[in-house]
Structure formats: structure tokens, C-alpha cells
């Protein structure tokens, strides 16, 4: 068994990073949509008047955040969220400008979604809906990692028709014209 690295009080092993146009507006949009604590002690701002440093607490993890620099690339963030009300975040998403791009659908007993907020980040929203007699937690092997999944023998080496179903296709192809669609905000 792997021990867990030492990490700060409040942190955790992964931490992800978002850098973003108009950050402030993405802090909010994050604090409304997802119910994010902000951390004020964290926040910096740069000489430039751009946000530099931001923390959320979302759940039980921390998202930091800072402002896109002028000459700096568009680089969406990809994120995957778990919440317990799927409709009432997307709902309080779409009011804030984001965009559905998967409603919300079964996927492997849990219901996914994804929307696009305004600043081009693409977001996962899952919520979790165990069911008797799957619950993947309780598969995980004695080190406390989940077991992969393995196809059967004939399961055309574990080629996406083998277990392709019109939901996961819906999901797959939802996905790939989302990310076919990605544009620099700045550039539209």
C-alpha cells in the first residue's frame, strides 16, 4: 500500500488549478452554481489588478483559481464534479450564462451531465445513485484501489461496440462536439 504524501491542513493530494478570463465572475459563478466556499485569506491580487491566487472549497476539496494573463493561451479546465442535486446545478448554471452540453443521462448507475460556463471550462456533473448489489467502492481491491475493468473474451478486446448502448453514444458524442467547439473567449 502507497502512503499518502503529507499535504497542507485543507488540501488534498490532487488539487486542481483554473486559470481563467475574468475569474472573480468564474469565483462567483462557482460559489452559486456549486454552493463553493471561498477562501478570502487566499486570494491575491497581482500588481496588474488580475487575480493571481484564489481559493474554493467545494466539498471536501480545494480549487484554486487565478486570472488569464494578456499574453497568456486559453486553457479550459475539464473538471468532474459530484453533487446530490443534478437538476437544481444545472438549472442555477444555465441562469448564470453556462451552456448544457450533456443533459443529464445514466451512466453506468450514476447520472451524468457536463455544461460549458462562460468562460469556455468544461464541467462533469455527476451524482451518484448506488444501487444494491454495485456498489464500485466496496470492489476495491485490499490496498484501496478500484479493480479496472477487464473486457470478456467476447468482448471484441474491449472495442467500444462491444458495450456501446444509445446513452453512452449520446455521452461520447456530446463530448467530442463540445470539445470540437472549444474557442478562446477572447477570440470568440
Excluded: C
Excluded at 33 to 55: K, S
Excluded at 155 to 178: C, K, M, N, R
Amino acid at each position: 500500500m502507497t502512503a499518502l504524501p503529507r499535504v497542507p491542513a485543507g488540501s488534498n493530494t490532487v488539487n486542481p488549478f483554473i486559470i481563467a478570463d475574468e475569474a472573480a465572475e468564474l469565483i462567483d459563478f462557482l460559489i452559486d452554481v456549486f454552493g463553493a466556499t471561498d477562501v478570502p485569506e487566499a486570494r491575491t491580487i497581482d500588481e496588474d489588478g488580475l487575480v493571481l491566487h484564489a481559493e474554493l472549497r467545494l466539498g471536501d476539496s480545494l480549487l484554486t483559481l487565478a486570472d488569464r494573463k494578456p499574453d497568456w493561451p486559453f486553457t479550459p479546465a475539464l473538471t468532474r464534479v459530484y453533487v446530490d442535486d443534478m437538476e437544481a446545478t444545472l438549472a442555477r448554471a444555465q441562469a448564470r450564462g453556462a451552456r448544457i452540453i450533456t443533459r443529464p443521462t445514466d451512466f453506468f448507475g450514476d447520472t451524468l451531465a457536463r455544461f460549458r460556463d462562460r468562460s469556455g471550462n468544461l464541467w462533469w456533473v455527476y451524482r451518484h445513485d448506488p444501487v444494491a448489489g454495485q456498489d464500485w467502492a466496496a470492489e476495491a481491491d485490499a490496498d484501496g484501489s478500484a479493480e479496472s475493468w477487464v473486457p470478456d473474451a467476447d468482448d471484441s478486446a474491449g472495442d467500444w461496440a462491444s458495450f456501446s448502448t444509445p446513452e453512452l453514444e449520446y455521452i461520447h458524442e456530446s463530448l467530442v462536439e463540445a470539445m470540437r467547439s472549444l474557442r478562446d473567449p477572447r477570440t470568440g
